[in-house]
């Protein structure tokens, strides 16, 4: 194997920072991410060190995605951390549609062979935290003013501060993990960074709470008062979202105000089993298609939301995080393994070529499902056409259905 790395030559786990580490892969942000590389990583005998902004429990505390693609399913497995996965998590062979009091069913298997998977992004990443901990792994939290140096030449190195001390690590490469907000795309230069951007004038209000699901498969609800989303992530745990002004803030809705909107929202026959009780969680997020080319400059390679970003209509964010990480942890093997640049060169190319297919799923679902502000009654008329289209139409639904499982890799 090539190791011209060097393993880290001083073993630092946090609270103790050496003002200087080596390691192979930097990797900015300890978000599903940067989790994964690093252990598929550590799998193939390749060494990285995690610095991560916030705390373990604040990465935790953010209730994100529930359902994953069977691309991200196999890569759980391949990084060794699958068990809770498959012992807990709930495959779902198809999802329901409705419009009004209307509803129909795309199934998955029917048409694909595939399924996906109910389980929560913060399972995910608990269980990854635990194999990185378990392993003796590198994470480094509460890092302040990460600066990513020399990244268009072969030497770069990353340079944090964390409890008022500055840190370095040299490093052979550097994995842009660390979500939209993070410092790794602006470290791409200006004349080389493309940016493409829709902004939707809607937000999303989810609440998390502990009661049974409505139903035991999702419904996705286009209604005359708005989108609606009815999920879950166990059988006393249910997730729901209804669509909500931007203006619109979690403080706004109390707990009744947000079911009986949800109950008008969802066919009636659903509405009368909805159990309600009280949230435990209740946020908002705002509804973006993001995308930045190229994914990589020298030796800095950016994955997952630090690239793009889809509005969650189609549940792809993660599950585009984790194609990412498949073409960068190959592309490294490649390039440790067989002394071959050939992977990493093609990185960006091949992830984008994914990341675009998925941006176009999420907006197409998106532009179905949602009432939009400006939407005549034309637009409307013309939602239901393609509503009716896609519930009588087999070659439709297998289009749907490939695409929510996942697009090969
Ligand atoms: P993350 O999860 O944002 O993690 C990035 C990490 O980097 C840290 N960080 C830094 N660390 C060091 N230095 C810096 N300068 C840093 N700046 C930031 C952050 O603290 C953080 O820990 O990005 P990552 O790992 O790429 O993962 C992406 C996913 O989190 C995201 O795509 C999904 O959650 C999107 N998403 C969904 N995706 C799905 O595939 N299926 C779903 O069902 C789904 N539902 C959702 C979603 C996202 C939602 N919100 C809130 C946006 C539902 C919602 C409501
Ligand atoms: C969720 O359970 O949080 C969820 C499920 C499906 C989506 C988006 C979010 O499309």
Same mark, same amino acid.
């Given at each position: 194997?090539?190791?011209?790395?060097?393993?880290?030559?001083?073993?630092?786990?946090?609270?103790?920072?050496?003002?200087?580490? #080596? /390691?192979?892969?930097?990797?900015? +942000?300890?978000?599903?991410? *940067?989790? $994964?590389?690093?252990? @598929? %990583?550590?799998?193939?005998?390749?060494?990285?060190?995690?610095?991560?902004? #916030? /705390?373990?429990?604040?990465?935790? +505390?953010?209730?994100?995605? *529930?359902? $994953?693609?069977?691309? @991200? %399913?196999?890569?759980?497995?391949?990084?060794?951390?699958?068990?809770?996965?498959?012992?807990?998590?709930?495959?779902?062979?198809?999802?329901?549609?409705?419009?009004?009091?209307?509803?129909?069913?795309?199934?998955?298997?029917?048409?694909?062979?595939?399924?996906?998977?109910?389980?929560?992004?913060?399972?995910?990443?608990?269980?990854?935290?635990?194999?990185?901990?378990?392993?003796?792994?590198?994470?480094?939290?509460?890092?302040?003013?990460?600066?990513?140096?020399?990244?268009?030449?072969?030497?770069?190195?990353?340079?944090?501060?964390?409890?008022?001390?500055?840190?370095?690590?040299?490093?052979?490469?550097?994995?842009?993990?660390?979500?939209?907000?993070?410092?790794?795309?602006?470290?791409?230069?200006?004349?080389?960074?493309?940016?493409?951007?829709?902004?939707?004038?809607?937000?999303?209000?989810?609440?998390?709470?502990?009661?049974?699901?409505?139903?035991?498969?999702?419904?996705?609800?286009?209604?005359?008062?708005?989108?609606?989303?009815?999920?879950?992530?166990?059988?006393?745990?249910?997730?729901?979202?209804?669509?909500?002004s931007l203006s619109d803030s979690p403080s706004d809705w109390t707990d009744t105000a947000f079911w009986e909107e949800l109950r008008r929202r969802i066919p009636a026959d659903q509405a009368k089993k909805l159990v309600t009780?009280?949230?435990?969680?209740?946020?908002?997020?705002?509804?973006?298609?993001?995308?930045?080319?190229?994914?990589?400059?020298?030796?800095?390679?950016?994955?997952?939301?630090?690239?793009?970003?889809?509005?969650?209509?189609?549940?792809?964010?993660?599950?585009?995080?984790?194609?990412?990480?498949?073409?960068?942890?190959?592309?490294?093997?490649?390039?440790?393994?067989?002394?071959?640049?050939?992977?990493?060169?093609?990185?960006?190319?091949?992830?984008?070529?994914?990341?675009?297919?998925?941006?176009?799923?999420?907006?197409?679902?998106?532009?179905?499902?949602?009432?939009?502000?400006?939407?005549?009654?034309?637009?409307?008329?013309?939602?239901?056409?393609?509503?009716?289209?896609?519930?009588?139409?087999?070659?439709?639904?297998?289009?749907?259905?490939?695409?929510?499982?996942?697009?090969?890799?």
């Amino acid at each position: 194997m090539r190791n011209d790395a060097q393993l880290a030559f001083y073993t630092c786990t946090p609270p103790c920072h050496s003002a200087l580490m #080596k /390691t192979q892969v930097t990797i900015i +942000g300890g978000g599903p991410s *940067g989790l $994964l590389l690093s252990q @598929l %990583l550590h799998v193939r005998g390749i060494d990285s060190v995690v610095l991560e902004r #916030k /705390t373990k429990d604040y990465v935790l +505390g953010r209730i994100r995605a *529930g359902v $994953l693609e069977r691309g @991200l %399913l196999d890569l759980m497995r391949e990084a060794g951390v699958a068990d809770r996965m498959e012992a807990e998590g709930y495959p779902h062979d198809g999802t329901l549609i409705s419009y009004g009091d209307e509803m129909f069913r795309v199934d998955f298997t029917k048409h694909t062979g595939h399924a996906v998977m109910v389980y929560g992004q913060t399972e995910v990443t608990r269980d990854l935290y635990a194999a990185r901990e378990a392993a003796g792994g590198a994470i480094i939290y509460n890092v302040e003013d990460v600066v990513i140096c020399d990244a268009d030449s072969d030497t770069p190195y990353v340079t944090y501060t964390v409890d008022g001390k500055t840190a370095r690590i040299n490093c052979d490469f550097v994995a842009g993990c660390d979500g939209f907000h993070g410092v790794s795309r602006n470290t791409i230069p200006d004349n080389v960074r493309r940016e493409y951007e829709k902004i939707y004038p809607f937000g999303w209000l989810g609440i998390l709470s502990e009661t049974p699901p409505v139903n035991h498969e999702l419904i996705y609800a286009n209604s005359e008062r708005g989108f609606a989303l009815c999920s879950m992530r166990n059988e006393n745990l249910s997730r729901y979202y209804i669509q909500c002004s931007l203006s619109d803030s979690p403080s706004d809705w109390t707990d009744t105000a947000f079911w009986e909107e949800l109950r008008r929202r969802i066919p009636a026959d659903q509405a009368k089993k909805l159990v309600t009780g009280p949230s435990i969680e209740k946020s908002i997020a705002p509804l973006r298609s993001f995308v930045t080319e190229p994914m990589r400059w020298g030796r800095l390679f950016l994955c997952g939301d630090a690239a793009h970003i889809v509005p969650p209509t189609g549940a792809k964010g993660l599950n585009t995080a984790a194609s990412d990480v498949h073409y960068l942890y190959n592309g490294l093997r490649d390039y440790y393994e067989n002394d071959s640049t050939a992977g990493i060169d093609s990185y960006s190319a091949k992830a984008l070529a994914r990341v675009w297919k998925a941006e176009r799923f999420s907006w197409w679902f998106s532009s179905l499902m949602h009432r939009y502000p400006d939407q005549s009654a034309f637009d409307h008329r013309i939602q239901v056409a393609e509503l009716e289209f896609l519930r009588s139409n087999d070659a439709a639904q297998q289009a749907m259905a490939e695409n929510y499982v996942g697009l090969p890799y």
